[in-house]
């Protein structure tokens, strides 16, 4: 059974820093892309960012310039670097990662960026 668990959310003032993290844990041969997705209140889930194997990244217009996706593959964990916090970064942020030709989400975590 593989597992992807999120850590890191919480309450952060605007312009302030929060470090995700997500480890992948079960029986795991290899894991291929691994990525962030967030979902506020009333709106779908919109992909964030994206590494892959090989460590190229993508990111979503919104971010770029602020979050840094990165990974430690020797840990089979994703992490997700945000800086300069805006209140519409609120979300829960999920990771989800492309394991043994599988995807597979996490439970979310709650980022809330307020004053």
Known sequence: QVRLVESGGGLV???????????ASGSILSINSMGWYRQAPGKQREWVATIAS????GYADSVK???TISRDNAKNTV???????KPED???YYCK?????RGYW???TQV????
Request: hydrophobic residues 30%; contains cysteine; aromatic residues 8%.
């Open 13 to 23: 003032q605007p312009g302030g820093s929060l470090r995700l993290s997500c480890a």
């Open 54 to 57: 090989g460590g190229y990244t």
């Open 65 to 67: 310039g602020r979050f």
């Open 79 to 85: 992490y997700l670097q945000m800086n300069s916090l």
């Open 90 to 92: 609120t979300a829960v």
């Open 97 to 101: 990662s492309s394991i043994d030709g």
């Open 106 to 108: 996490g439970q979310g």
């Open 112 to 115: 809330t960026v307020s004053s």
